[in-house]
């Protein structure tokens, strides 16, 4: 009787799997609490709980042949969300599938996330009941078994990685997780816009350019941006698009690849670039970006920081290092701006002056629909592309 117990008692949170909603894997279900969980796992195996203040990868403490549950203590020196508890296991058997590397999640003793490594048994049980897993569009790593508004459940085909989450709680452990590292290294928190400023302001690119352009026109735009942006001299007809453009007291310059066009023929994605760097000339780098970001600065507000000012200035001291990096961001509305720095150990090129196309660092900057509104847009047919009149407009504002 007590074993046919167990068999309930384990088989039972498996139904989940019968529905149209994944909402967990055995007794770790998404949405119960952390005190129901734990219990379970110790009155069903007998595993002890533990905790350590530890620092180390799940890999290492897997290699360690840990045994029980442990519970991975915030140690000093990390920033995380002081709501959030990590567990980690070696192994535990669901019925005849054998888990291995488990690691689960709670905000506010709240299971948002399962993680475990991919076994050919699990991926036949995810399949059968949910059917074969789709690969992910723009990553051929990623499959999906469900991925709604709720639940997303994938696997991470290079690691062999299962990953279940619950997309509420585990937005709010992220934005928990990014409101700590602002606060520990006093960054401000990127400006809010007022609806009728992005409702405004989410359309436009840079100069005349604007989103939902015709190729066409779009081209005419840039151009005439080059044109009105570079110094006396600088305009080249013959080298379109090749041509030093000013913003400030800086050069940039574009590519007709910088300016992207969906499967509309109308354009949703701009960037600019700004001449190359040599090693020692890593003040001017710096300069640029501060400069850059000051101009975006004084008219959509603070930038969110991805990289604090001291980590890049280590990044950019390092010289054996290569690297493409977002720096800083604006979202307003569905458009996104971004400063990017990329950096090889060196650059050689043409171009109409080949200068700009020798050295090490690069800044750019990209103006673009934020992934959801262009993957959205890009779902036209190429063969049924949509015929309208090319966008018309007058402002010359730069940003």
């Not at 000339?281 to 970006?289: D, G, R």
Request: aromatic share 14%; hydrophobic share 35%; net charge positive.
């Amino acid at each position: 009787m007590k074993k046919l117990f167990l068999i309930i008692w384990l088989i039972l949170p498996l139904f989940c799997l019968s529905q149209n909603k994944i909402s967990g894997i055995g007794l770790f279900k998404l949405g119960d609490t952390k005190k129901k969980i734990l219990d379970s796992l110790v009155k069903v195996t007998g595993i002890q709980i533990s905790e350590i203040d530890s620092e180390e990868y799940f890999t290492q403490i897997s290699q360690s042949k840990l045994k029980g549950v442990l519970r991975c203590k915030n140690a000093n020196n990390i920033i995380r969300c002081p709501l959030v508890d990590d567990y980690l296991m070696h192994s535990f058997n669901l019925l005849d599938v054998e888990l291995n590397e488990i690691g689960f999640r709670f905000y506010n003793d709240t299971l948002y996330e399962f993680v475990c490594l991919v076994t050919e048994d699990l991926r036949k049980l995810l399949n059968t009941k949910y059917g074969k897993a789709k690969v992910e569009p723009n990553d051929s790593n990623l499959y999906l078994w469900r991925n709604d508004k709720q639940i997303r459940c994938v696997e991470y085909k290079g690691y062999n990685l299962f990953d279940l989450r619950g997309l509420k709680y585990y937005k709010k452990a992220d934005d928990c997780w990014r409101n700590e590292y602002l606060r520990v290294n006093n960054i401000p928190v990127k400006t809010t816009y007022p609806d009728n400023f992005k409702k405004v302001e989410q359309e436009k690119i840079i100069g005349g350019l604007r989103f939902g352009m015709c190729k066409k026109v779009a081209e005419r735009e840039i151009e005439k941006f080059h044109k009105e942006s570079s110094i006396p001299g600088g305009y080249d007809k013959q080298l379109r698009f090749w041509y030093p453009t000013h913003i400030g007291s800086f050069e940039y310059f574009s590519h007709n690849t910088y300016g992207l066009y969906d499967n509309s023929n109308e354009i949703y994605s701009f960037g600019l670039s700004s001449p190359i760097y040599h090693y020692d000339e890593k003040f001017e780098v710096s300069e640029q970006i501060d400069e850059l970001t000051k101009q975006i600065e004084d008219k959509y507000g603070k930038a969110e920081i991805k990289i604090p000012d001291s980590i890049l200035s280590q990044l950019i001291d390092i010289e054996d290092t290569a690297f493409d990096i977002n720096l800083k961001s604006w979202e307003i509305g569905k458009k996104d701006i971004d400063i990017y720095l990329e950096r090889r150990k060196n650059w050689q090129g043409g171009g109409y002056n080949p200068g700009y196309f020798t050295g090490n660092y690069s800044i750019k900057l990209s103006i673009s629909l934020s992934y959801k509104f262009w993957k959205r847009l890009n779902k036209v047919d190429k063969n049924k592309a949509r015929k309208k009149d090319c966008i018309k407009i007058t402002t010359k504002n730069v940003f």
